[in-house]
């Protein structure tokens, strides 16, 4: 049911406006104030689609109630009516946020569509606003996966920050999730509802990256052909995320603090400065202080964006993780893959726990959709483990017969796979993670 509130001092024109909106739709609920302070009484306790106003009020102008009407109501609309109509009063009126601005008498008749149209614009904002929460709840604390001890501190710390301003500095391996935890951050931060955009430093050439991060004029350089947005200036009043901060220049540092310390930069071929409000999240997974000690990072920088440090764990020190995050991957590839619902063996989970896992989550990650491509049921086994891994786990459990477990084992794996492909050796070979020329040998060796 659409709720539509009627504020106008003139109690016979009121009533008439609501019978008029209830017989055009029962389903309307209509509510009437003859006041601006009863109206923000009900616009405390209740939620509207379209506010029609007049403009002229006992304690008030309606053009003024505006910002005050969207800071209560963000998904409202709000329609202005007045006796006398003048130019500067509908340019202010629709200034300050108004839908529409009608005179009476000589616009009454766009009066009803004009709240239809406003009725599809509040549940257009609203539909809108329910997508930005699920994408929030998506990025939120509450869905990163893990009840390991050191975890749970981690996101606490990470939580506590959230709700400041302060720039934070997340410390950790590579594949540790640094990124998801910057949009956890963000997500639950003052600045949610604005952008967050990421940055791997590591990914670009100096040049490049500047350009990327700053933006530049239309001719600044070869190539330059237009005026490009920086990501600085894509996130004003949001988020930027600069992965493997270390990376960066010390001339595009310098850049950085600027921007840390005054909020604003020169773009590349521009002589006027460009003003931001941004929050940045960095990361590494460099010890920076000795970065600094050898002239690889400016100092100042370094205390800038280590306000606040964060440091995370590691795969192996989060074990109890591993089965967790396993099936979370599994159920995410299910759905791509088409594949019904997945189980594990328990040799199979032991062994991911066992496994020191180098490159961490990301590593875990690309084990768990090399598995569900491999298996032919809805059971994940042993045998679709990389090769690696299996040999480790046979060499642990029984070192003697560790060499004919490793070859056995192979032969087994490889066969496993060209099975999958069908015979094709060279998407075998990019799955098993060696060259034709050695699956082809190993063809050969095992006489498969």
């Known amino acids: 049911m659409n709720k539509i509130l009627i504020i106008d001092d003139e109690e016979k024109l009121r009533s008439l406006l609501v019978r008029i909106i209830k017989l055009e739709d029962a389903a309307f609920d209509v509510w009437e104030a003859g006041t601006i302070k009863k109206a923000m009484q009900l616009l405390e306790q209740h939620d509207f689609d379209v506010i029609v106003s007049d403009v002229k009020l006992p304690d008030g102008n ?6 005050e009407i969207q800071k209560r109501q963000q998904i409202a609309e709000t329609i202005l009516m007045t006796a006398y109509g003048n130019i500067a009063d509908g340019v202010q009126a629709m200034k300050n946020g108004a839908f529409d601005y009608i005179t009476k008498g000589d616009d009454n008749n766009k009066l009803l569509p004009l709240i239809y149209k406003a009725i599809d614009k509040a549940q257009l904002k609203r539909r809108v606003k329910q997508l930005e929460l699920q994408v929030g709840k998506q990025y939120s604390f509450d869905q990163i996966v893990g009840t390991s001890p050191v975890l ?9 920050v959230a709700s400041t301003d302060t720039t934070v500095m997340l410390l950790g391996e590579t594949g540790t999730g640094k990124e998801v935890f910057a949009q956890a951050i963000h997500a639950e931060s003052l600045r949610r509802e604005r952008a967050f955009v990421a940055l791997n430093c590591a990914a670009f050439g100096r040049e490049i990256l500047e350009s990327e991060l700053f933006g530049h004029r239309a001719g600044s350089f070869t190539g330059a052909m237009k005026d490009k947005k920086g990501l600085l200036e894509e996130a ?20 950085l603090l600027r921007v840390l310390e005054t909020g604003e930069f020169l773009k590349i071929g521009d002589t006027q400065p460009t003003k931001v ?11 920076l202080e000795t970065e600094v000690s050898i002239g690889h990072f400016r100092a100042d920088l370094y205390y800038r964006l280590s306000v606040f440090e964060i440091s995370l ?25 088409g594949k019904k619902e997945i189980n594990f063996s328990p040799a199979y989970l032991q062994i991911l726990q066992d496994n020191p ?24 086994d042993v045998d679709s483990l990389p090769f690696d891994m299996r040999r480790r786990s046979a060499e642990i459990i029984d070192s003697g017969g560790a060499d004919y477990a490793m070859t ?3 032969r087994e794996h490889i066969q496993q796979v060209l099975k999958h492909t069908g015979g094709n050796k060279a998407e075998a070979a ?11 040998r190993k063809i050969d060796e095992y006489k498969l």
Do not use: C
């Open 62 to 67: 309606g053009i003024d109630i505006i910002p």
């Open 152 to 160: 749970l501190e981690a996101i606490d710390l990470g939580r506590k």
């Open 236 to 255: 004003h009043r949001g988020t930027v995320f600069l992965d493997e901060i270390g990376e960066m220049a010390l001339d595009l540092q310098a850049k």
């Open 277 to 287: 409000d941004v929050r940045i999240i960095s990361a590494t997974n460099r010890n």
């Open 313 to 337: 764990p590691p795969l192996r020190d989060r074990r109890t993780d591993i089965p967790l995050l396993a099936k979370f991957f599994a159920q995410q590839d299910a759905s791509r893959l």
């Open 357 to 380: 896992w180098k490159g961490n989550i990301r590593e875990l990650r690309n084990t768990i959709e090399r598995s569900m491509i491999i298996t032919n049921g809805s059971l994940l």
């Open 408 to 410: 056995t084992m192979e």
């Open 430 to 440: 990019r799955l098993l993670g060696i060259g034709v020329a050695t699956l082809y």
